[in-house]
């Protein structure tokens, strides 16, 4: 059976344009739904995810990350992405306990690298690409990078 499609008129909660909505739900639940949420126009929208990402860029780029390359819906995606890998990172590296400091000194070497190679992503597509990265990925690499450092 087809899914009715109802169309709404609703209001952007910012700068109050009306603007047409389509819903798939019962008309009860299409009216409860018209009442109770925002409603953003796209011109809102995209201020707002301008307005996002260039905070982000700025935050990154104050610590060392070069800005991202890609299109403008890549670019904001990505800019999240990175942020939430760079929080997994900061509480991995907090959540460390060493027995000496020579441990110590070693893991902040490590973390010093496997950051310097997150800098070098310059590409929207490989942050897109790792958003299923893993607070055990990143400490198995950078256990990997201890490990390089004790070699050599």
């Known amino acids: 059976m087809a899914e009715d499609l109802f169309t709404y008129t609703v209001k952007c909660r910012t700068c109050r344009t009306a603007f047409k909505v389509q819903l798939f739900e019962n008309h009860d639940k299409n009216l409860f739904l018209v009442d109770r949420k925002d409603w953003y126009c796209e011109k809102c929208k995209d201020a707002y995810f301008k307005k996002q990402t260039a905070a ?3 935050t990154h780029q104050a610590i060392g990350f070069p800005e991202m390359k890609g299109s403008r819906k890549q670019v904001s995606w990505a800019e999240k992405i990175r942020a939430e890998l760079i929080n997994k990172v900061e509480y991995l590296r907090k959540s460390l306990t060493f027995d000496t400091s020579e441990d110590e ?6 973390f010093e690298l496997f950051f310097r190679e997150w800098h070098e992503k310059t590409d ?3 942050w897109i690409d790792q958003r299923r990265t893993t607070v055990r990925d990143m400490s ?10 004790k070699k050599g």
Not at 141 to 147: G, M, V
């Open 140 to 149: 198995r690499r950078i256990e990997e990078i201890s490990n390089t450092i």
């Open 56 to 58: 982000l860029t700025k």
């Open 124 to 126: 929207a597509k490989w």
């Open 105 to 110: 000194t070693l893991s902040e070497k490590a």
